[in-house]
């Protein structure tokens, strides 16, 4: 969902709008988890990434191509009586325009992947001056997109000293054939499989502390790809001898990052960041 972006998971004064509420019905258990971190005593910040919510592309800027998809789909669904929302539309019209952006990321020299995580890195950056932010280890959480964005930013940036990855991580031969259409090309870093695997990438930092949580009856990922992405990260760690600083959990259902997941994450987070000393490499 790119019309929307950090209202998915954070409240302000704005109502929540409807399409908000069900996503968050859907996946968070109906919660704006961002503000119960807060509540619990982390300064949080939740920011529009390019490509999402008030960094979105204007439809208008959008080609003909992609203009006249969202018109075919709004004819189909007038067909069944149904209205279509801007925001449904606009959903159509990104998933099409999504391969665009990754082709001009190209031809720039760049990625999808690689713009998100500069970005996710200014915002560290952005915490880091405010005076109100104790200067110690950094987390940081994400579900899906958000888990991808968060295994990044863990293999990227020494500032975060604990990552909680969410419903986002399997091996490459366990997408081939499967699930390779429904993700972002955020998922698929441009020449990252000739050196390594997602698994890799997330525990390139070990034995900085790492949380994944998995669905295992995720839409999105094969339990036999969750399973082995496990082990792979596990081995990573075991290796530099610091086995206790990776947590994998399982959890029954589809793709979600429901109440108990939210709660087993925050407290293990609250537990990595009060005590800094357990994030240096021993």
């Known amino acids: 969902m790119k019309f ?7 409240d302000a004064r704005e109502p929540v709008p409807a399409a908000v509420e069900t996503l968050r019905a859907e996946l968070y258990a ?3 988890f961002a503000n119960d971190l807060a509540q619990l005593g982390f ?3 939740v920011h529009d990434v390019f490509l999402w919510g008030s960094r979105r592309f204007p439809f208008e800027g959008m080609p003909e191509s992609v203009h006249q998809l969202v018109a075919n789909w709004r004819k189909a669904q007038r067909k069944t009586a149904r209205h279509s929302s801007e925001a449904e539309c606009y959903e159509v019209a990104a998933k099409n325009h999504e391969h665009l952006v990754a082709k001009y990321c190209a031809l720039l020299g760049t ?23 104790r200067p110690s280890p950094m987390g940081c959480v994400g579900l ?3 888990g991808c964005r968060a295994a990044l930013l863990q293999a990227t940036c020494d500032t975060i000293g604990a990552a909680v990855i969410v419903g986002m991580m399997t091996t490459h031969p366990q997408l081939l054939d499967h ?3 429904c993700h972002t090309w955020m998922f698929f870093p441009p020449g990252l499989a000739r050196f390594a695997d997602w698994p890799d990438l997330a525990a390139s930092r070990a034995p900085s502390p790492l949380l994944v949580q998995y669905d295992r009856d995720d839409q999105l990922f094969s339990i036999q790809g969750m399973e082995a992405a496990h082990r792979r990260i ?16 399982f959890y029954d259902g589809p793709h979600k990052f429901d109440a108990v997941m939210q709660a087993e994450a925050f407290a293990w987070l609250r537990a990595q960041i009060q005590n800094p000393a357990r994030n240096a490499p021993g």
């Open 4 to 10: 929307f972006g950090k209202e998915k998971i954070a």
């Open 43 to 45: 300064v949080v910040l």
């Open 179 to 181: 699930q390779v259409d």
């Open 111 to 133: 990625s999808l992947a690689g713009m998100v995580n500069f970005e996710d890195r200014c915002a560290v950056r952005y915490l880091q001056s405010r005076p109100d932010v």
């Open 30 to 32: 109906g919660r704006a």
């Open 144 to 146: 899906s997109g958000g």
């Open 234 to 249: 596990a081995s990573h760690y075991q290796q530099v001898g610091h086995s206790d600083a990776y947590q994998g959990q």
